[in-house]
């Protein structure tokens, strides 16, 4: 199996074209750390490279887009303060109102307590190696 670090190794080239305003090598070290099912949080990378909350979700989404990333929005749930048990891909999915699995509780605008993660998506290319 193929390496996380050396997975982003890939796309430096891109991400050197795009410009942000990031440290390439500390950035590879960094991601090297997380493994394919691990939640990665904006606040983390943002804390880890020293940039702005903007240009991290720039970051992000480009990485996204470009498949090394995969966005996962757990909903947490107010009443027991756990992760309700629902996860989503998208903002757009989260219904209106969700029960908590585990308290049964309605949580009546999950869009304000979903927080939005990332991992790195396990691809066939990287199993495969
Ligand atoms: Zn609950």
């Known amino acids: 199996m193929k390496k996380t670090k050396d997975i982003f190794g ?6 050197k074209k795009q410009k942000f305003n990031i440290d ?17 949080s904006p606040s983390e990378v943002q804390g880890k490279l020293k940039i702005s909350i ?24 107010p009443y027991c303060n756990v992760y309700s ?10 219904p209106n109102k969700l029960t908590c699995l585990y308290c049964k509780q309605e949580i009546s605008d999950p869009l304000q307590t979903a927080v939005i993660f990332y991992k790195i998506p396990l691809r066939k290319q990287d199993i495969n190696y």
């Open 85 to 94: 048990g629902y996860y989503y891909d998208t903002i757009g999915e989260i």
């Open 10 to 15: 890939e796309i430096v080239p891109e991400l």
């Open 54 to 77: 903007v240009d991290t979700y720039k970051l992000l989404e480009f990485l996204a887009q470009h498949k090394y990333l995969e966005p996962v929005i757990p909903v947490y749930c």
């Open 24 to 40: 390439i090598d500390e950035f590879l070290d960094f991601i090297g750390h997380y493994d394919f099912t691990y939640l990665i």
